[in-house]
């Protein structure tokens, strides 16, 4: 964006960036300056609050989620809640603009990096402090990156940023305000890294936080950051609440929100049932609420509620197959699978607007997308039938097919984290049936998933689930046969070099041309030549909130900020 240095701070209104409010299907009717929430199955108002015309301070959110926090500890955070949350208690070095992909500057005003994409030089603020009063500095980024890729043993604290800080060496300490981080090899992505938002996210802790040892981590008041708002408490399977941190003034300069976060509380509830975050909303007892049904979207919109979403940038939800377990090690039923679903009726019937049915592996808004709806990922159930008739399975009885006397049974492992997840997995299921494919579904809450996912390579046929990145390295991270491999590619396979030297590419050149041209490359393979994954959809967060909820903005990975969000007095 060449025009954030212009945007003017100190007057109001201010800009607003597309993605601050997300995309608003509905915003609630404004009567004698009033706004009104609107009483379930009445259309009575319930609540009306004096409008005001610009942000105010003050006030609490309370905001539902299906999900909880497991631990307050940000770097080890694996699912949505814990992300959520734990962004708006750190801060990272970069941001991400959500729609265009542009890093921009936060902690760090610019940077430098070698031609060998090895070594990545940070130029600091020198006037953030964490919420204990101590500085951040070039000794605060060192002590938090080496702690956060290498772990440390003897605090119980794991090596959370190994992955996504791929071939970590050090964080040199060039000056009070400089730092270079040095890699192993090449990183076209890792710029990007210093951004994430996502699970296990790169934010910073003071000195005292890094001492401390995971069991004492989990008291929040041990878990001190930087970011707009700090711990205030936290009850495992209930709630976390967070508040305004005083004399913070270093929000993303892209955001173009100065100064301490408007709100003083945020009270985030778990709330697993849909019903009870939908009634809860419409009778005021919550302000706003993640994950809101498909089915609610409509109903709440009409109702008067203000619903707001965006897309997660990522690799999508999808079946990732098992290429070293029967049946799904037979490339004909993998691409069986991949053409005998058909992706309008989960678009028409599972979805709304807020989501896109895949039409690759990578969701659009990734640079380097390229469209294979009509060739690898088309409904083309006829096909699906010839090869698998001629890779030998035959109908049997019931209608599943049988070779060898083995029926096409394929056991798909998912998570019920996400509200379109089994909806739409049940729909594949029964087109894959018609064609005689026996898709068993086992779709579990997030910690039941976790503990399979233990047995994957020897129980499953296919794990469900998305990843998290807006970057198109993504592919490499997760299809690499040397990274993480979730396609269990075996030792012999017949592609498996090719698939090393291409994704392992996409990490050597930072010429957008080049890079597009290793994307496209790459997901051919995945999808047309070793049918390595099925997508399915690319998932979205969708929020309602009252009228009287402004300003809560989704990032690059959709999750939100509320460091601009202000609520009518």
Do not use: C
Request: glycine residues 6%; proline residues 4%.
């Amino acid at each position: 964006m060449s025009d954030i240095t212009d945007i003017e701070k100190d007057t109001r209104p201010k800009r607003r960036w597309p993605w601050v409010v997300g995309a608003v299907v509905v915003v609630a009717a404004i009567a004698g300056g009033s706004a009104f929430a609107v009483r379930a199955n009445t259309g009575e108002p319930v609540a009306s609050v004096q409008k005001t015309t610009g942000p105010v301070s003050g006030g609490t959110l309370e905001f539902a989620l299906i999900d909880y926090q497991r631990s307050p500890d940000i770097q080890a955070g694996t699912n949505y809640a814990e992300s959520i949350i734990g962004g708006n208690i750190v801060d990272k070095l970069t941001w991400q603009d959500p729609d265009s992909g542009e890093i921009t500057p936060w902690l760090a005003t610019d940077w430098e990096i070698n031609d060998a994409l090895t070594e990545f030089t940070f130029h600091l603020r020198d006037d953030v402090t964490f919420s204990d009063g101590t500085p951040f500095n070039a000794e605060a980024v060192k002590a938090n990156y080496d702690q956060y890729v290498f772990g440390d043993q003897a605090l119980g604290i794991k090596a959370n940023g190994a992955t996504l800080f791929r071939g970590y060496v050090e964080t040199r300490v060039d000056d009070e305000f400089t730092v270079t981080v040095v890699l192993k090899q090449a990183s076209a992505s890792f710029l990007q890294a210093t951004s994430f938002t996502a699970n296990s996210q790169p934010g910073f802790y003071s000195l005292a936080t890094l001492a401390k040892s995971a069991e004492e981590r989990t008291d929040p008041k041990n878990v001190i950051g930087s970011g707009p708002f700090v711990y205030e408490s936290w009850t495992p399977q209930v709630s976390t609440v967070i508040v305004k941190r005083e004399g913070y003034n270093w929000a993303p300069e892209a955001t173009g929100h100065t100064g301490e976060a408007y709100l003083d509380k945020i009270v985030f509830n778990s709330m697993p049932e849909a019903s009870v975050r939908t009634g809860s909303l419409e009778s005021g007892a919550i302000d706003a609420t993640l994950d809101v049904q498909t089915t609610d979207e409509a109903v709440l919109a009409d109702k008067g509620f203000e619903v707001i979403s965006h897309r997660v940038a990522g690799a999508d939800i999808r079946f990732d197959f098992n290429t070293s377990l029967a049946p799904t090690n037979d490339i004909a039923v993998r691409k069986a699978i991949q053409l005998g679903w058909d992706h309008s009726a989960v678009e028409k019937t599972v979805l709304t607007d807020s989501y896109e049915v895949s039409k690759s592996v990578l969701a659009r808004a990734i640079n380097g997308w390229v469209d294979h709806s009509e060739d690898a990922l088309r409904f083309d159930p006829e096909e699906a039938e010839k090869l698998l008739e001629d890779a030998g399975w035959e109908p049997g009885d019931d209608g599943i097919r049988v070779k060898d006397g083995t029926r096409l049974e394929v056991k798909l492992l998912g998570i019920s984290n996400l509200v379109a997840n089994k909806p739409a997995y049940e729909s594949i299921q029964q087109n894959l049936k018609t064609i005689g494919i026996d898709l068993q579904l086992n779709v579990l809450p997030l910690a039941d998933y976790a503990a399979q996912s233990a047995n994957a390579a020897t129980d499953w046929n296919v794990v469900a689930a998305n990843r998290s990145r807006n970057e198109v390295s993504v592919l490499n991270l997760v299809y690499n046969p040397d990274s993480d491999n979730t396609a269990r590619i075996p030792a012999d396979f017949e592609g498996r070099e090719e698939l090393v030297s291409v994704l392992s590419s996409l990490e050597s050149t930072l010429d957008p041309d080049k890079r597009a041209d290793i994307a496209a490359e790459a997901q051919d393979l995945i999808l047309d030549d070793y049918a390595l994954t099925n997508p399915v959809y690319t998932p979205a967060q969708v929020i309602a909130h009252s009228p009287s909820v402004h300003g809560i903005i989704f990032d690059a990975q959709a999750r939100n900020s509320f460091v601009d969000t202000w609520k009518d007095q």
